[in-house]
């Protein structure tokens, strides 16, 4: 005879549902937010915009698609999505990579470079607005310890370890 | 004769760099975790679940449609579409608004309910183990108060605002 399973699931207290809810609301607003103003302004996404920013930080303002999928920390599919419409509207173009015949780099083009020159006044005045103006220096600095710590949480360096640009 | 503008942009500092990073990583692989979690355990994504854990808790596991668009923090057309496809599994149904002829109720069924139980238990021990695992009690504690204040800012009160639900 085998009785139930007792339930030794370790339920959110009162108080850690309302941090994890203030998280929630606080990261679902924020995204909504940059997106918005990042469509009104330049017509993208906030995720494209941070391509375009890694794209203008690299060297020569061009990343392999592999290496630009795991900085963005997404998925290699979504990154070719978001590349093609990047490369319709002619802000970024995509070259062979010449050490490695599989691979392709991304190239951020100068129409593109201009567009995001641009738009960083904006997103940064949203940033700033929505983000450090409201937080004392405290809690800015708490913010990112706390913030590092779940990054670097999810990105465990084993082999085989389930991150969104090796899928 | 007119002068170029000076740029008064106030340009984020390395160190206000660094934390933005840092929750644009960890927002990201939070989410995209939880989505990974959900879709193997129950083939659906986080937005999803949090639709259904709010009609859980709702009275007679029911709310208008603009209540729980409200409450999820998300635009009407996208609840629209979430729960077109919750309908479809035969989680929630809606029914007309008894009081309001133009009103839509979202109700939780009996299979959506059992969806959400056998669910919730894989989907909170990833939380903990992202998040409340890894962070001390005061940054536990500071992480609630910042997230409220950022999720406080982002919904101005005065009529007219730019929330999601409104639109």
Known sequence: MTTAPADDTRWLTDEEQRIWRAYMH???????HLDRQLQ???GMPHVYYGLLVQLAEAPQRRLRMTELAMRAKITRSRLSHAVARLEKNGWVRREDCPSDKRGQL???????YAVLSDTAPGHVAAVRQALFDRLTPEQQKSLGEIMSIIAEGLQPSEAGADLPWLR
Do not use: F, I, M, P
């Open 106 to 112: 991304a190239v951020l083009t100068e129409q593109g």
């Open 26 to 32: 606080a990261v679902t607003l924020l995204e909504d």
């Open 40 to 42: 009104r302004d330049a």
